[in-house]
């Protein structure tokens, strides 16, 4: 089992940039493959980018293809989240996700889940 903090969210103005960061408990976060979710208000949780259990596959939603990068330190069993060029579309809460095996991009294949960081990127 493994517990998922989130930090680093805040209020910018769109074009700064942010990192997201999720930090994991217990002794086999190496084990997990990450993710990246949100959700803006009204709307559904949606996929933001994944990452696999040794940090060498990435997958990213079109959406934020060359403007975010998710990257892991597994001896600090953290994952990051850097977005650069922050859009107001980009506004939600971010959630970090855990799932046993290999990188997914569906909400329903993921185990665990962080409380949620705020982002707001004002225009």
């Known amino acids: 089992q493994v517990q998922l903090v989130e930090s680093g969210g805040g209020l910018v103005q769109a074009g700064d940039s942010l990192r997201l960061s999720c930090a994991a408990s217990?002794?086999?976060?190496?084990?997990?493959?990450m993710a990246w979710f949100r959700q803006a208000p009204g709307k559904e949780r949606e996929f933001v980018v994944t990452?696999?259990?040794?940090?060498?596959?990435?997958y990213y939603a079109d959406s934020v293809k060359g403007r975010f990068t998710i990257s892991r330190d597994n001896a600090k069993n953290t994952v990051y989240l850097q977005m650069n060029s922050l859009k107001p579309e980009d506004t939600a809460v971010y959630y970090c996700?855990?799932?046993?095996?290999?990188?997914?991009?569906?909400?329903?294949?993921?185990?665990?889940w962080g409380q949620g960081t705020q982002v707001t990127v004002s225009s």
């Open positions: 996700a855990a799932r046993a095996g290999l990188t997914a991009a569906a909400v329903n294949l993921y185990d665990y």
């Open positions: 990452i696999n259990r040794s940090g060498g596959i990435t």
């Open positions: 217990g002794r086999t976060f190496s084990s997990y493959a």
